[in-house]
């Protein structure tokens, strides 16, 4: 293996430690609501892991369970109750939502200050002009990892392939407040394999397994590799990345792998969100622990 692994795991476990911290810091605990809408395996896992993290961190966490046929409005009612609530300074909807249901019209629900997965039109609207709001969890979680690797990205490369809201969108607009030219990718780009070698870092969130291989990507490029897909190898289910992973690491100069990368970032910082968040709700200044 030629490339340096990217421990996401040991990074995350990190991160929530500087939160457990500065949450005991705060004069009352830090309150975080997850609302988990219909009983898809993967979110239910998910919301767990949150749930346990919230715990360890010295965080009040509940999820609110509704059922798969909840209406759109009473789903919406759910949130904005929690908006209301005072001992709640995080709100976090998981997505998807089942079909059917309006996710960003529920999400709209949720109060600016309180929107610790940072997916609000104001949160986005403050990440475009580099402004003080939440920002989303995987990108935030993937420039922790890439600012390990590399701290300084003034005339470095990047290319992000995929445009989502969750982690593409925000994540080329992370790079660019950190001074890199970012190009960024998508179905519809010619010659991906081209767009991609330009770059010195190299994030791919498409949910595609193992589209990018390893003539896609400049030698001694970070590669950071957002997508979790879940493939039948061999007889036997396995998590693979967006990333040929075994080839790409002879290229690469540093690389996640999945599981272990950029996945348990996100649920670290959700936490260090919530913890800001919180800070800021209860008027007293965010600790330097969890500060940028
Ligand atoms: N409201 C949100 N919904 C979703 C988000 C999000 O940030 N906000 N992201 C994903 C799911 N997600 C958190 O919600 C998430 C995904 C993966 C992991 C993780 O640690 N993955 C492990 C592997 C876990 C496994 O075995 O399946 C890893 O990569 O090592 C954490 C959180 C979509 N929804």
Redesign the pocket.
């Known amino acids: 293996m030629g490339a340096q692994l990217i421990d996401?795991?040991a990074a995350?476990a990190r991160l929530r430690a500087d939160v457990a911290e500065a949450a005991a810091m705060l004069p009352r605990k830090p309150g975080l609501a997850v609302v988990l809408v219909g009983d898809d395996a993967?979110?239910q896992?998910?919301?767990a892991?949150?749930e346990k993290a919230a715990a360890k961190a010295g965080f009040e966490g509940r999820v609110h369970r509704l059922p798969a046929d909840s209406s759109q409005n009473a789903v919406e009612e759910v949130v904005r109750s929690l908006g209301a609530d005072d001992a709640v300074d995080g709100i976090?909807?998981?997505?998807?939502l089942p079909k059917g249901l309006n996710e960003d019209a529920v999400i709209a629900c949720i109060p600016t200050e309180k929107d610790v997965?940072g997916?609000t039109a104001a949160s986005a609207g403050q990440l475009v002009l580099g402004g003080e709001g939440l920002v989303?969890?995987?990108p935030q979680g993937s420039m922790l990892l890439i600012r390990d690797e590399l701290p300084d990205l003034s005339g470095k490369t990047a290319v992000v392939v995929g445009r989502s809201i969750?982690?593409g969108k925000p994540l080329a607009l992370l790079l660019l407040e950190k001074n890199a030219t970012v190009t960024v990718a998508h179905s519809r780009t010619k010659d991906l394999g081209a767009v991609c070698r330009e770059a010195d870092v190299l994030c791919v969130a498409v949910g595609r397994p193992e589209l990018v291989t390893k003539d896609m990507i400049k030698p001694g490029a970070i590669v950071i590799d957002v997508g979790?897909n879940?493939v039948e190898r061999g007889g036997e289910s396995k998590?693979v990345g967006d990333v040929a992973f075994d080839e790409a690491k002879e290229v690469a100069g540093a690389i996640t792998?999945?599981?272990?990368?950029?996945?348990?970032?996100?649920?670290a910082?959700?936490l260090r969100n919530t913890v800001v968040a919180s800070a800021r709700r209860q008027g007293v200044a965010v600790p330097e622990v969890v500060a940028d």
């Open positions: 996401g795991k995350a993967a979110s896992v998910y919301v892991s949150k976090l909807v998981q997505l998807p997965d997916l989303p969890c995987t969750l982690v979790i879940r998590l792998p999945v599981p272990g990368g950029v996945g348990p970032m996100t649920i910082c959700l």
